[in-house]
C-alpha cells in the first residue's frame, strides 16, 4: 500500500494550481482519541468538497445506487501506535461501516458497524478498501483481509439489505490474493471483479502464480523499471457471487503508442484502487498511481481491457494516499475520494464527493481537490 514518504514531499502543477506537501497546513492532535471531531485544524488551503462524515475516520469510498439511494462503503482507519512502514502496518482497521444519502446534497445515515474481523473466522487483522455488488435482492460486500499467515485474501459477506450487516462467508475466496476489490456489472447483467495494490498490497509478490516472501525470490519485489508494470486482475464472478467464474487475468494498461505502461513510468503506472464504470460504449478502467498520488483512466472497448492510457481523473489531495469511486446518480456523475483534512495524518482519513465531467469527446475532466491559500 505504502512504500516510502518521502515521494509525499512532493509538488505539482496543473493549470493555475501549484501544492506541495509544506503547505498542507498544521494539524495538530490528541493522541488518545479515537475519532476525527477532536482534531483541529488550521486552515491554509481551500478545499473543493467537504467531508461527509465527522464522527469517524473513513477512507477508501466505494459508492453505488441501490433501492435509489447512494450507498457508501468506506474502510473505517482508526487511531494505531504502528510505525508507518512499506507494508501500511498503520492503516490497521478492523471493521466496516455502511453509509447512505437519499441524494447528492442529502444527510449521509451511519447504518452501524456491518462487519468486524472477529465475525471473519480466516482473518486477523487490516480489513483494507472493500466494495458491494447486488444480485437477485442479496446484496455482496468483498473485502480484503490479512489470514493467519499474513497473506492478504479476498473475502466475501452477504446480506438482503444494502445497509447489512453482512454475514462472512467461513473462507476467503478461493485462489484470492492482494487487495481492493471493485466489482463492475455490466449491461448484460455480468459481474466482474477487479483488484490488485503493489507494495503493501501484495500483488508484486504473486508474480509468478504463487506467493513469494519478500527475501527469498527476486519475484517478490518489483520488475525492473523498463520492464511491463505489474497488471491488475479481473476476472467474471461466479452465479451465485462468491468466487471466481473462471482463471484471473491480467488488466493490461497501454500508452498512446500501443505499448505496455513501464514499472518505471510511477506517472501513469497501476498502483491500487481499480475502478471500472461505463460511459455510452465505452469502458472507463481508473486507478491509483500511488507514490505520484493521482487517479488516473484507460479507456477500452470491453471489461477486459487492454486499455488505453488517457491522463488524470483526481490530481492529488491531500495525504499520502488516493483511493476512489466513480458512479452515476440521475443524469450526473459523480467521484467519491478520501483526504486528510480532518486530522492531517496520513492514516486518519475522510471521504468526500465531487461531480465528474465527461467531455464530448469521451474524455474526463481533470478535478483538482485542493488549492492553497495565503
Known amino acids: 500500500m505504502k512504500k516510502s514518504l518521502k515521494r509525499f514531499l512532493f509538488t505539482f502543477a496543473m493549470g493555475a494550481t501549484m501544492l506541495s506537501f509544506s503547505q498542507c497546513g498544521s494539524k495538530t492532535s490528541t493522541e488518545?482519541?479515537?475519532e476525527a471531531d477532536s482534531f483541529t485544524h488550521k486552515d491554509t488551503i481551500s478545499y473543493l468538497s467537504q467531508p461527509l462524515i465527522t464522527d469517524h475516520f473513513t477512507a477508501d469510498p466505494s459508492a453505488h445506487v441501490f433501492e435509489d439511494k447512494i450507498y457508501i462503503y468506506p474502510s473505517h482507519d482508526i487511531p494505531s501506535s504502528a510505525q508507518e512502514d512499506d507494508t501500511g502496518a498503520q492503516y490497521d482497521m478492523k471493521d466496516y461501516h455502511v453509509y447512505s444519502m437519499d441524494s447528492p446534497n442529502g444527510k449521509v445515515t451511519d447504518h452501524g458497524e456491518v462487519l468486524h474481523v472477529a465475525?471473519?473466522?480466516?482473518?486477523?487483522?487490516?480489513?483494507?478498501?472493500?466494495?458491494?455488488?447486488?444480485k437477485n435482492g442479496k446484496y455482496y460486500l468483498y473485502f480484503p483481509a490479512k489470514d493467519k499467515e499474513n497473506i492478504f485474501r479476498l473475502g466475501v459477506a452477504v446480506s438482503d439489505d444494502p445497509a447489512g450487516p453482512f454475514e462472512p462467508q467461513p473462507a476467503p475466496m478461493n485462489g484470492s490474493f492482494s487487495i481492493d476489490p471493485a466489482v463492475f456489472e455490466d449491461r448484460d447483467g455480468t459481474h466482474y471483479i477487479y483488484w490488485g495494490g503493489i507494495w503493501g498490497g501484495q500483488l508484486q509478490k504473486w508474480r509468478t502464480g504463487k506467493y513469494h516472501s519478500t527475501g527469498d525470490s527476486p519475484f517478490a519485489d518489483e520488475p525492473a523499471d523498463e520492464e511491463p508494470a505489474i497488471a491488475p486482475k479481473v476476472a467474471k464472478l461466479s452465479g451465485d457471487m462468491l468466487e471466481f467464474g473462471e482463471k484471473p487475468k491480467d488488466i493490461l494498461i497501454l500508452d498512446q503508442a500501443g505499448e505496455p505502461i513501464k514499472a518505471g513510468d510511477h506517472d501513469r503506472r497501476f498502483f491500487?484502487?481499480?475502478?471500472?464504470?461505463r460511459h455510452d460504449d465505452t469502458y472507463y478502467f481508473s486507478y491509483s498511481t500511488?507514490?505520484?498520488?493521482?487517479?488516473?483512466?484507460?479507456?477500452?472497448?470491453?471489461?477486459?481491457g487492454p486499455f488505453t492510457y488517457q491522463g488524470v481523473v483526481l490530481a492529488p489531495v491531500q495525504g499520502w494516499t488516493n483511493h476512489h469511486s466513480?458512479?452515476?446518480?440521475?443524469?450526473?456523475?459523480?467521484?467519491?475520494?478520501?483526504?486528510?483534512?480532518?486530522?492531517?495524518?496520513?492514516?486518519?482519513?475522510?471521504?468526500?464527493m465531487a461531480p465528474l465531467q465527461h467531455n464530448p469527446d469521451g474524455s474526463i475532466q481533470t478535478i483538482i481537490p485542493m488549492e492553497k491559500t495565503k
Open 290 to 304: 500511488g507514490d505520484t498520488h493521482t487517479i488516473s483512466y484507460a479507456t477500452g472497448d470491453n471489461p477486459y
Open 119 to 134: 465475525d471473519v473466522a480466516w482473518a486477523t487483522k487490516q480489513m483494507w478498501a472493500p466494495d458491494a455488488a447486488e
Open 272 to 277: 491500487e484502487a481499480a475502478w471500472v464504470h
Open 32 to 34: 488518545s482519541t479515537t
Open 326 to 352: 466513480i458512479v452515476k446518480v440521475g443524469d450526473q456523475w459523480y467521484i467519491f475520494y478520501h483526504d486528510t483534512q480532518i486530522s492531517g495524518k496520513n492514516y486518519l482519513r475522510n471521504i468526500k
